[in-house]
Nanobody, 121 residues
Framework: QAQLVESGGGLVQAGGSLRLSCAASGIIFSINAMGWYRQAPGKQRELVATITSGTTTNYADFVKGRFTISRDNAKNTVYLQMNSLKPEDTAVYYC???????????????WGQGTQVTVSS
């Protein structure tokens, strides 16, 4: 009933920047929290940053001061601005959104397909 489509990943040198986008579409009454997670090879998926519908943000310690999450509620889109990238930031980045399809039901978790971010040293 909803889909998340990510874009903006790619290859960048250490110290560079990338901006990820994730647009939600489908039957959407409202979106609660949205967020970004990442998974490096051989590691578990981990939280990068989240943002509530009221725009309260939360960041993993390893990205504080370097990454900024934001959202455009009119476009049902969440962004992740990544600056001062490090080789250890290399991972597949996944978008997450808690979507309500009607005002009468609780939200459902959706995930994007993932976008590769590779930071070369």
């Amino acid at each position: 009933q909803a889909q998340l489509v990510e874009s903006g990943g790619g290859l960048v040198q250490a110290g560079g920047s990338l901006r990820l986008s994730c647009a939600a579409s489908g039957i959407i009454f409202s979106i609660n929290a949205m967020g970004w997670y990442r998974q490096a090879p051989g590691k578990q998926r981990e939280l990068v940053a989240t943002i509530t519908s009221g725009t309260t943000t939360n960041y993993a310690d390893f990205v504080k001061g370097r990454f900024t999450i934001s959202r455009d509620n009119a476009k049902n889109t969440v962004y992740l601005q990544m600056n001062s990238l490090k080789p250890e930031d290399t991972a597949v980045y996944y978008c997450n959104a808690q979507i309500r399809h009607t005002p009468f039901r609780s939200s459902t978790d959706y995930w994007g397909q993932g976008t590769q971010v590779t930071v070369s040293s």
